[in-house]
């Protein structure tokens, strides 16, 4: 072997050793990252309930560390064959002369086909699974929507996203579907969120009282982190109906759904109380699948 083959060998192996160190450490510090942001979750539930025997919230975000820890380890493992599989070709450029090139392409070219062939849902499939694990938009125990479905994002694998639905259900996808998804992300940023109902009301009631009776009802269950009062507002006049919104801030998208119950629920007794029912008849609603509630 030549000294410029030694040298050669040298600098392929010395840079593709600092690649390699240099995208384990990177992994490593967003496996840290993703189980610092755990610490942050006060609810792994969409909606505020009792879980069901034997599952704590403390298992939950147990189970979700674990996730987390075997994800990035096989991702690792992955990161060192992938820059040795790298590396190799690079390698035997200074001897490429005394090898076989026309049968290590016939070889190359034949198992590249069949492995494109056989395995590429899962190649596919496991790509998705890095690319959501290094994803600042997706990460385990946000509350989504996706296709419908209201829940939190239970499970992320190397094949497979699960979404624990409100109801407790299991919805799950491959990770190319999850990551081609549009979806609601109520967590990616801020936690609070705008809570509003609507309801339609007859031309002839009391708007004022309406008003004042559904901001009084709102303003019990706004977030005591937030200082703007509930809002009312009427969003359409109709011949036969009037409606309306009355919004106020929720903590999280699990307060959310209980805020939106307990103002819909006090403010039918409310209004009836003052002879206000609410207007139900000769509405046309729009043919739209419900979101979530």
């Known amino acids: 072997m030549t000294q410029t083959q030694w040298i050669y060998l040298t600098i392929v192996i010395a840079a593709g050793s600092f690649i390699i160190w240099l995208a384990l450490k990177t992994i490593t510090r967003f496996k840290r990252r993703r189980l610092s942001r755990l610490d942050d979750i006060e609810d792994y539930n969409p909606v505020n309930t009792i879980a069901p025997p034997g599952i704590t919230d403390g298992s939950t975000l147990a189970n979700a560390a674990k996730n987390i820890q075997g994800r990035f380890s096989i991702i690792r493992r992955s990161a060192i064959v992938l820059g040795i599989s790298l590396l190799l070709p690079l390698l035997v450029v200074p001897f490429i002369s005394y090898l076989p090139i026309a049968s290590i392409s016939v070889v190359i070219s034949a198992f590249g086909i069949i492995l494109g062939i056989a395995a590429r849902p899962i190649i596919e499939n496991f790509i998705s699974g890095i690319l959501l694990s290094f994803s600042s938009n997706v990460h385990l125990g946000d509350t989504v929507i996706v296709d419908g479905y209201y829940g939190v994002i239970e499970d992320i694998t190397m094949l497979h996203t699960s979404i624990k639905t409100w109801d407790w259900k299991r919805y799950v ?3 190319s579907d999850m990551l081609n998804k549009q979806m609601v992300n109520f967590s990616v940023r801020e936690p609070y969120i705008w809570s509003y109902v609507e309801f339609w009301i007859s031309p002839s ?3 004022p009282t309406v008003r004042d009776t559904a901001l009084r009802v709102a ?3 706004t977030s005591s982190q937030i200082k703007e009062a509930p809002r009312f507002w009427v969003i359409e006049m109709g011949k036969t ?9 929720s903590d999280s998208a699990a307060q959310d759904w209980n805020t939106k119950h307990n103002i819909r629920t006090e403010l039918v007794m409310e209004l009836a109380k003052q002879g206000i029912g609410l207007h139900l008849n000769q509405i046309e609603v729009e043919n739209k699948p419900s979101l979530y509630h």
């Open 219 to 221: 303003g019990q269950y």
């Open 241 to 249: 109906a009037i409606k309306c919104w009355v919004a106020t801030w």
């Open 205 to 207: 009631a009391d708007l």
């Open 173 to 175: 996808l491959s990770n």
